[in-house]
C-alpha cells in the first residue's frame, strides 16, 4: 500500500513539474509587445509660436479694457429685520436659500415685492434654478408668508 502511495505521489509531482514546464515555454514563446517602432519616423516636438514683445508694445496707452460693473449682483430692496426660514415656500430647497442669501434676499417680504422685471433679474443668477420663481410661484406664497396667513397660504398651497 505504501509503494502505491509512493507511486501516485510520483505520477502528481511529475504532472505539476510537467505543467510547469509547459507553461514557462509557452509564455517564453509568446509574442512580445513592440513599445516603439523603430522603423516610424519620430515627431519633432513643436515650437510654440510667442513673439517677443518690445518695449514700444507697452508704452503708455489709454486703457480701452471695459471696467467692470459696480456690482453683478441683482438690485434687490435690502432686509429689514431678521432673516426668515425662505425654504417654507414650496419648490424652494436649501440650495436655493443659500443662493438667494448670498444674494441678499432673505425675507418673505423683498420676494413679495418682486415685479416681473426683479424676477427676471434675479432668475438670470440661479443658473440651474432658472425659471422655478415663476413655475413654483414664490411671489404668491411669499406674499402669504409675509402677510402671516399660514391659512391662506394652506389653503392655496398646502399645508407647510
Known amino acids: 500500500m ?3 502511495l509512493y507511486i501516485i505521489a510520483a505520477v502528481v509531482a ?9 507553461f514557462l515555454r509557452w509564455r517564453a514563446n509568446a509574442p512580445k ?12 516636438p513643436r515650437k510654440p509660436d510667442i513673439m517677443l514683445a518690445s518695449a514700444a508694445d507697452f508704452s503708455a496707452k489709454p486703457a480701452s479694457v471695459p471696467l467692470p460693473a459696480a456690482s ?14 425662505l425654504r ?7 440650495k436655493l436659500a443659500a443662493l438667494l442669501a448670498d444674494l441678499g434676499v432673505t425675507r418673505f417680504d423683498q420676494i413679495a415685492a418682486w415685479n ?10 440661479l443658473g440651474q434654478f432658472a425659471g422655478r420663481i415663476t413655475r413654483d410661484a414664490w411671489v404668491e406664497q411669499a406674499q402669504y408668508l409675509a402677510r402671516g396667513d399660514d391659512a391662506g397660504f394652506a389653503a392655496r398651497f398646502g399645508a407647510l
Do not use: Y
Request: aromatic share 2%; hydrophobic share 40%.
Open 2 to 4: 505504501t509503494q502505491t
Open 14 to 22: 511529475l504532472l505539476a513539474l510537467t505543467s510547469i514546464w509547459l
Open 33 to 44: 509587445p513592440k513599445l516603439a517602432d523603430p522603423d516610424r519616423p519620430r515627431l519633432e
Open 72 to 85: 453683478n449682483q441683482p438690485r434687490i430692496a435690502p432686509a429689514n429685520g431678521p432673516a426668515d426660514d
Open 88 to 94: 417654507r415656500i414650496k419648490g424652494l430647497g436649501p
Open 116 to 125: 416681473d422685471a426683479d424676477i427676471a433679474e434675479v432668475d438670470a443668477h
